[in-house]
């Protein structure tokens, strides 16, 4: 049975290792040379600089042009890491939804399921097989990704939490992997032609992808607020790779006056009509500037997190995958 599996996704797996040789040969030029402007731009000593409590005005001012220098040479990769999010979807396309849709769609199954083998046990071979190389392939993404991204995440304010290349390095990869893959197969149960099954695969992966994104990663842990006032000399320290999930202006009984935006005025600064600094939003005298953020310590901890979420969401999948098999004429 193991053999049969083999023979039969063996060009699969050919046609799949050589689109990963190609986005290879394609990512790695690029790669290196985001590391050699990285470097250029003296940005490694920046980054040691600026872990330092005290760092002076003048260095930090540099540094953050210079990477702002960096991001704006390669602001057009944006595009590029988007696309690259998809590649796990793709996975699940083409090794997840025809496992079981195309047997049945071509009738193979009756031959398959008569020959001294039960549903069970194919079930077991040929998802077992398909999970192994999904695994194994996504592991290698993952590390490639994050080799390919760190200058890009090291020079962003939001670091490796900021949404497009959080998805795309560390363990998360294998957990949409192996999702994308569960979610195909489950399709093809239920849609017993390849193409719809492809369909609601593909949509359906995009719909979960995005609710987890947007409804539960920011909650994964209690975020953190930090607070200073709007009149001062000084901006608080910021650590970079903070994800800032919310900001704005508050009058001192707590009230938003202004999301998203910020006020600092020199000590005893007017507004333009004399007023008194932010008047003209609202603030009140105490009024202060408010942020709401996740740490960029908590990466790891977020990784394993929504792994584990999509890990689980797959293995649910796959049982209900075999389930469905013993209801297939």
Known sequence: MIWLAWRQHRKQLLFTLIGFAALAALMIPIGLSMRHSFTELGLPNCVT??????????????????????????????????????????????????????????????????????????????????????VTLAIGYGLGMAWWVSPLTEAAREGRLGVIVFDLQGIAPIGYTLFAVALGIFAGTLWRRMLPAMGVTLAAFIGVRAAVAILARPHYQPARTRTFPIEGADLPRESRGDWLLASGVRNPDGKMVSADTRIMCPPGAKAPDGGRCGAELGAQPGAYNWELYQPADRFWLFQWIETGIFVALAALLLYLAVRRLRRIA
């Open 49 to 134: 600089q600026l872990a330092r409590p005290d760092v002076d005005p003048i260095t930090a001012n540099g540094c953050e042009s210079a990477f702002h220098q960096f991001s704006n040479r390669y602001a057009s990769l944006n595009l590029v890491a988007v696309l690259l999010i998809t590649l796990p979807a793709l996975v699940g396309l083409f090794w997840g939804a025809p496992l079981v849709a195309r047997e049945v769609e071509h009738g193979t199954h009756r031959f398959a399921w008569t020959q001294g083998i039960g549903r069970t046990r194919w079930a077991l071979v040929k998802f077992g097989l398909v999970v192994v190389v999904t």
